[in-house]
């Protein structure tokens, strides 16, 4: 008597799937993803939350402050955040407009339609809403170098500053594949990519030699002077104003 094999499950085709039919609730959608993000690419989940920002290496919701005109400043949080990696800002189009329906079922429309160009404005404020909040993170903690730009269950893409200045972020690795789409993360290269931005982000520096052992300390050091330069240059500006 002949046995029937058993099929194996692959877990990016159960994320996909999973993920492929969700819109237009980012707040309901976006932690949930990100957690199973971070399973199917085989990294460490988010900590809990402090009440020291200090300790908050790796959280959702971080806490920046920033100035705004005439020395009033804003309060955001960043969806999420891991100290020497990245600042992620998460959005949810969704890919048609809701259908009509009756005035008592309610019809989500999220920011926009995906693909179109409402949406691809949307994504660029939200790189950089991201930077904002990248230059708002205290001088001593330095720039991430790469900012995350999501459309939950849609896309991902990166944008990398390999100099920890804060100035040169730019789509990564290039314009043309920059933006990761849902059914790409069934390529384990393309998983393995999104685990070292979580864990070894500077690994990826194309000028950097594969084996090389050189320390990222000066560079670390030079972004959090980069960091204090532009705090207190802002500073300067305000008392001006």
């Known amino acids: 008597m002949k046995l029937a094999s058993a099929r194996t499950i692959n877990p990016s085709d159960i994320f996909i799937e999973r993920w492929r039919d969700s819109g237009a609730a980012e707040r309901a959608n976006c932690q949930p993803f990100l957690l199973e993000l971070c399973d199917l690419i085989g990294v460490a989940r988010p900590d809990p939350t402090r009440n020291d920002d200090r300790l908050n290496l790796y959280v959702f919701e971080r806490t920046v402050i920033y100035p705004r005109a005439y020395g009033a400043v804003s309060t955001g949080r960043i969806d999420l955040y891991k100290r020497g990696c990245f600042v992620l800002e998460a959005k949810q189009g ?86 990761i789409l849902l059914e790409d993360l069934a390529r384990p290269e393309i998983r393995a990519r999104l685990a070292k931005v979580w864990t070894t982000p500077l690994d990826l520096d194309p000028e950097r030699a594969p084996d090389s052992e050189v320390s990222p300390l000066p560079r670390l050091a030079a972004r959090q002077r980069a960091k204090r330069a532009t705090a207190l240059e802002a500073g300067s500006c305000q008392r001006a104003l």
């Not at 009756?102 to 429309?109: A, D, H, N, V």
């Not at 330095?142 to 849609?154: A, M, Q, R, S, T």
């Open 94 to 179: 969704c890919d048609h407009p809701p259908a009509a329906a009756p005035s008592t079922t309610r019809t989500r429309r999220g920011m926009a339609v995906r693909g179109g160009a409402h949406w691809e404005r949307t994504m660029r404020e939200a790189c950089i809403q991201a930077q904002t909040y990248a230059r708002a993170l205290p001088p001593w903690e330095g720039w991430p170098p790469f900012l995350i730009i999501v459309d939950v269950g849609h896309s991902i893409e990166l944008f990398a500053d390999f100099t920890l200045s804060g100035t040169r972020y730019g789509p990564f690795p290039d314009a043309s594949s920059s933006r």
